[in-house]
T-cell receptor, first 113, second 115 residues
């Protein structure tokens, strides 16, 4: 099983629609979780952290289900500028107590005018 | 807003040559990282660096790779003898601390092409 698994898409949705992405992770000891956004040929940028209680930032809502090892991202009222690849990222602590980010392959989203 | 910078933006080299990729992390950050992304694939962790030593490395980071902080500002990744499969985008990142609440900030990347 992949460490972090995402549906690669692509998702092509009309402007204004709601879109949801899902992600699963294999390491039950994973400690923190994030959604990053990556535009074509650019660096990943943190979109939001994901907490067990769920968290919202404007049009974006993230959820974490530790029991199912499942993370989700919901984008409401999508805009053309939301077109990007969305990366599910898990922060694991190694046996040496060091952290490393493990990335999913990303889900590509295109918002259609 | 402070940012991580990387040079060069694009490096073309011949197989077997040595390359050095340079990064300037955000000035008050203490933890530094290198990641790579082969075209069309996921971002992969290479190495983390703290207090002038490697704190963690992946299986990708073999003896051909090394990192250094030669002065107070630069953080470099050296590939001693490049292979075709080293062609990728290399991202440097830095964070203020290592705990999960501290964001890793990524630089714009260096595209390495090995011919």
């Amino acid at each position: 099983r992949k460490e972090v698994e995402q549906d690669p898409g692509p998702f092509n949705v009309p402007e204004g629609a709601t879109v949801a992405f899902n992600c699963t992770y294999s390491n039950s000891a994973s400690q923190s979780f994030f959604w990053y956004r990556q535009d074509c040929r650019k660096e990943p940028k943190l979109l939001m952290s994901v907490y067990s209680s769920g968290n919202e930032d404007g049009r974006f809502t993230a959820q974490l289900n530790r029991a199912s090892q499942y993370i989700s991202l919901l984008i409401r009222d999508s805009k053309l500028s939301d077109s990007a690849t969305y990366l599910c990222v898990v922060n694991n602590v190694s046996n040496f107590g060091n952290e490393k980010l493990t990335f999913g392959t990303g889900t590509r989203l295109t918002i259609i005018p | 807003e402070p940012e991580v910078t990387q040079t060069p933006s694009h490096q073309v080299t011949q197989m077997g040559q040595e390359v050095i990729l340079r990064c300037v992390p955000i000035s008050n950050h203490l933890y530094f990282y290198w990641y790579r992304q082969i075209l069309g694939q996921k971002v992969e962790f290479l190495v983390s660096f703290y207090n002038n030593e490697i704190s963690e490395k992946s299986e990708i980071f073999d003896d051909q790779f090394s990192v250094e902080r030669p002065d107070g500002s630069n953080f470099t990744l050296k590939i001693r003898s490049t292979k075709l499969e080293d062609s990728a985008m290399y991202f440097c990142a830095s964070s203020e601390d290592w705990t999960p609440s501290y964001e890793q900030y990524f630089g714009p990347g260096t595209r390495l092409t090995v011919t």
